[in-house]
């Protein structure tokens, strides 16, 4: 089980939000090469970067603060990284830069043969990041809520061809709740492919729990506001995981 250090990216500092709203952000550090380097010396074993202001311009913007990510960690452990990415120009240029895995949200949903062309250019680097509320996936930085079933969905994205999905509660994530334990198990176990919970990670408790389901495809869990505000130590929810899934 791998607990993954998040990393969200505002105007080129490490922030957080709460339910995803941009003016509800917390800036924790504005050197996010330092931040990232941390991670990895407390046993991280993958990041996951968001860039937020790219996510909503639907473009990328916060390119120096990822590159000065990669050049401080690169290769030492994999890095994930979603938001704003809607071409494969733009993913083309991310891997090449040492990204390992890109993760489309938005455009998954709203253009699909997108997303189908990006799995068979770049196998094995394509992440979906669903965020869902109410079984229902949000999008368009979940100010939009669609009709569709996130389950189908991830069928439908399966047999495209993507590496895992990275699936967030909306209506958790950033307030400290706990994770949905019960609909991330149903999403993985409708999958062949990983899944990677996001969003409600509070404490060692929330750990076990994952660790308890972790044979049903459940991979690994993104943690940011709980790592940054300590109600979470991340080194010890990582060997906690560790020693779980021995």
């Not at 952000?25 to 990895?40: C, I, N, Q, Y």
């Not at 970067?49 to 401080?72: H, Q, R, W, Y």
């Not at 890095?79 to 090449?96: A, F, H, K, P, V």
């Not at 189908?116 to 509320?133: N, R, S």
Request: glycine fraction near 12%; include cysteine.
């Amino acid at each position: 089980m791998l607990i993954i250090p998040a990393i969200d990216l505002k105007d080129g500092h490490c922030v957080r939000l709460k339910q995803g709203l941009m003016e509800e952000s917390t800036v924790f550090s504005e050197d996010p090469g330092a931040m990232a380097r941390h991670w990895v010396d407390r046993g991280g074993k993958r990041l996951h970067l968001v860039d937020l202001n790219g996510a909503f311009a639907g473009k990328p913007v916060n390119e120096g603060a990822i590159k000065s990510i990669v050049s401080a960690v690169g290769g030492d452990i994999p890095i994930q990284l979603g938001g704003g990415i809607r071409d494969l120009d733009t993913i083309e240029r991310y891997l090449d830069s040492g990204i390992d895995y890109v993760i489309i949200g938005t455009a998954a949903v709203k253009t699909p043969g997108f997303l189908h062309e990006a799995c068979y250019a770049f196998p094995g680097q394509i992440m979906v990041g669903l965020d869902a509320k109410d079984g229902k996936v949000a999008i368009d930085g979940w100010s939009k809520l669609t009709g569709h079933d996130v389950i189908d969905l991830a069928k439908k994205f399966e047999d495209y061809g993507v590496e895992s999905i990275v699936y967030t509660d909306i209506g958790r994530d950033g307030m400290l709740t706990g994770v949905n334990i019960e609909a991330t198990v149903a999403l993985a176990q409708a999958l062949t492919i990983p899944v990677i919970a996001s969003g409600g990670v509070t404490n060692l408790d929330d750990v076990r729990k994952l660790c308890a389901v972790a044979n049903e495809g459940i991979i690994g869990t993104i943690t940011g506001r709980a790592i940054y505000e300590g109600t979470l130590d991340f080194a010890a929810a990582q060997k906690l995981a560790d020693e779980l899934s021995a």
